[in-house]
């Protein structure tokens, strides 16, 4: 089989490429670099694999066939989308609109990584799919949030008009080897302030509540629901949900640093709770997450202490 991953040279993008290897597909990665970097590739060495670096929210044909496309490009941290916000905009709406028509042409099936984001700060916890959400359209975080609705939106708007055959991903935070360790996001921060002695900095008063997936489990829930027939979105993530204090307290036992807590001002529309309800994923895909927080933090301590590429 033939699979277009955009997005492929981001973290979660990369460690897809090398699933889909390992199974014996072929691999196009379609990535502009903006927030993920060729680093992340680098180490594939495989004849079925091939890289394309190419903006998606600019068309893109192909000759050949296509089997499935899985649209995973589009900054993904708060730091990329508040620096980046237009460019958020387009790659939710343009960039997957031009993915959906790609599919669509070859017949192929279509996978949108959206987010629990679509979620906003939500008034019910944990959040099943039948959740419709709590979104500030006009916060700075409605640039991510609602080009991630509006993926969707369209992603089932070309299920019910074309019968295309499309599959709906809400990713939960999820942490693991080839996350940038200044990417702002809260596990890389704590465990490169932890590996420098430095305070952990913590927004708000540590009390709102985080689940953390690691990333082979995560990349694993995305390969099964490619492959089945389920069209409505599913949750992939895991539901251990922790306070960020509680987490800050895990990372510094892990590494044994004597860092300690410091609070800055939460960021605006910060969600209060996170924790993917998985009822769905664990019906419909047999999936759930079987990596403990304990071993995925310190494969990606490993990772920070010391960059091993291509270690999937
Ligand atoms: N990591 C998480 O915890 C998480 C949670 C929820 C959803 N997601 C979603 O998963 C996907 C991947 O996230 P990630 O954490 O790997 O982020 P990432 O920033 O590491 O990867 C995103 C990739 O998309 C590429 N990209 C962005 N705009 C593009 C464009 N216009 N054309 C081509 N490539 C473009 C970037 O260069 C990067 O390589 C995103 O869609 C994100 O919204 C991730």
């Not at 072929?26 to 394309?52: M, P």
């Not at 949030?145 to 993926?151: F, I, L, M, Q, V």
């Not at 996350?179 to 900095?201: H, Y």
Request: hydrophobic share 40%; net charge negative.
């Amino acid at each position: 089989m033939k699979a277009i991953i955009t997005g492929g040279a981001g973290f979660l993008g990369s460690h897809l490429c090398d699933l889909l290897l390992l199974k014996g597909h072929e691999v196009i990665c379609v990535d502009n670099l903006i927030t993920g970097s060729a680093q992340n590739i680098e180490h594939i060495e495989s004849d079925r694999f091939t890289y394309l670096e190419h903006d998606v929210t600019k068309p893109l044909y192909f000759g050949d066939r296509i089997d499935y496309v899985f649209h995973l490009a589009s900054p993904a941290s708060p730091i990329d989308y508040f620096a980046l916000p237009i460019q958020t905009l387009k790659v939710g709406a343009l960039g997957t609109y031009n993915m959906l028509g790609l599919a669509k042409e070859h017949a192929a099936r279509f996978l949108l990584a959206s987010t629990s984001e679509v979620y906003g700060d939500p008034l019910v916890n944990p959040q099943p799919e039948t959740y419709w959400g709590n979104v500030n359209p006009i916060g700075p975080r409605g640039v991510y949030d609602e080009a991630k609705r509006y993926g969707e939106a369209i992603t089932m708007a070309y299920h019910r008009y074309h019968g295309m055959d499309t599959r709906i991903a809400r990713i939960f935070n999820t942490y693991g080897p080839r996350m940038r360790a200044g990417d702002g996001r809260v596990v890389p921060n704590f465990i490169n302030q932890a590996l420098r002695g430095e305070d952990l900095t913590v927004y708000g008063d540590g009390s709102q509540t985080r689940s953390f997936c690691y990333v082979s489990d995560l990349v694993d829930g995305l390969f099964r629901l490619m492959m089945s027939d389920f069209s409505d979105p599913v949750n992939i993530g895991n539901p251990g949900e922790m306070t960020v204090l509680e987490f800050a307290e895990v990372v510094v036992g892990i590494i044994g640093s004597d860092s300690r807590v410091v609070f800055e001002d939460l960021p605006v529309d910060d969600p209060k709770v996170r924790r993917p309800d998985i009822s769905r994923a664990k019906d419909v895909l047999g999936w759930e997450p079987v990596v403990g927080l304990e071993e995925g933090l310190k494969e990606t301590i490993r990772y920070f202490e010391k960059p091993i590429r291509g270690s999937y």
